[in-house]
Antibody
């Protein structure tokens, strides 16, 4: 059974850096084809894809946020970490991590429960 | 970036109705499209991928069709648990954009 769980602060101040961790169970991040991505959703708004990292350390970012995002993985802990710099109140959202395989048709088939991050002074 | 436009944004329907949601891409994406269902406070759940392939465990009243730039999600007979928000997502190229969502409400 594959599960993902997000963790991190629920409140950050403007200009601070956000660090979120996705802990994956039921599969290894070092297994060929495995990918984990981050998607966010501001309250009452649509989903926004942020970043993705694959088993071979291939990394992809949303161009509009690329300068602020860094995605990494720790295979020993089976975790994926997303950092987002210079947080702003507009970054208030529920942040999800999700799994996909490195096959073009493959959707995000397993999702974490999400974690709400509020940006406020 | 590839833009996805869903229509309608809001849909009111009754139990047993047949409903169709459309997703249009700003450029051709072959069949690299997925549909998700999201209920309040929950993570999205994949229903359809590769435009028309039903995800394991998803009821057969859900179906998808289309290729290129126009896609549809059809629910053949609405059940109470289907009232939710639906999103399309393209997987043809990065960034993997989503549509703006279609909220399906009970009439």
């Amino acid at each position: 059974q594959i599960t993902l769980k997000e963790s991190g602060p629920t409140l950050v101040k403007p200009t601070q850096t956000l660090t979120l961790t996705c802990t994956v169970s039921g599969l290894s991040l070092s297994t060929s084809g495995v990918g984990v991505g981050w998607i966010r959703q501001p309250p009452g708004k649509a989903l926004e894809w942020l970043a993705l990292i694959y088993w071979n350390d291939d990394k992809r970012y949303s161009p509009s946020l690329k300068s602020r995002l860094t995605i990494t993985k720790d295979t020993s802990k089976n975790q994926v970490v997303l950092t987002m710099t210079n947080m702003d109140p507009v970054d208030t959202a529920t942040y999800y991590c999700a799994h996909r395989q490195a096959i073009q048709i493959w959707p995000f088939d397993y999702w974490g429960q999400g974690t709400l991050v509020t940006v406020s002074s | 970036d590839i833009q996805l436009t869903q229509s309608p944004s809001f849909l009111s329907a009754s139990i047993g109705d047949r409903v169709t949601i459309t997703c249009r891409a700003s450029q051709g994406i072959s069949s690299f499209l997925a549909w998700y269902q999201q209920t309040p406070g929950k993570a999205p759940k994949v229903l359809i991928y590769a435009a028309s392939t039903l995800q394991s465990g998803v009821p057969s009243r859900f179906s998808g069709s289309g290729s290129g730039t126009e896609f549809t999600l059809t629910i053949s007979s609405l059940q109470p648990e289907d009232f939710a928000t639906y999103y399309c997502q393209q997987l043809e190229s990065y960034p993997y954009t989503f549509g703006q969502g279609t909220k399906l409400e009970i009439k």
